[in-house]
């Protein structure tokens, strides 16, 4: 019987089906993110295609390349998008990491990255103090 869990399958990594007439969340993500600042509110904006008195959300993770990025607390992630083939955001939500405070405000490709798409965003959100401190690098 092949395990559901068969590691040998195709490796080529699919994004995930985009819903028309849906808000576009992308969730920044980068080694040293925090689970719960990323899997919290991804469950919640998730969720909205479960509800019909709500606009639904197209949820997906994007970095600056779609190499596999491990959490802080050890969790691997393939990212969806990179910063070059992400679809539209309109809700850009920006977990804290674990070098939000020092390195990741040199990395100059993701200042500008969140600087342009939070430009083009309805929404940027934070549920930490990261927000403020690239913001400060970014205006």
Known sequence: MKSSLDTNSSNQHHAPTLLKDAYNVGFLIMDGTFNTELTAPYDIFQHTRFRESVKPMNTFTVAQSTSMITTFEGLRLQPDYS?????HIDILVVPSAEHHLDSDLENEELIKWVKKTGNKATYVTSHCTVLLYLLKQVY
């Open 83 to 87: 910063f070059d083939n992400v679809p």
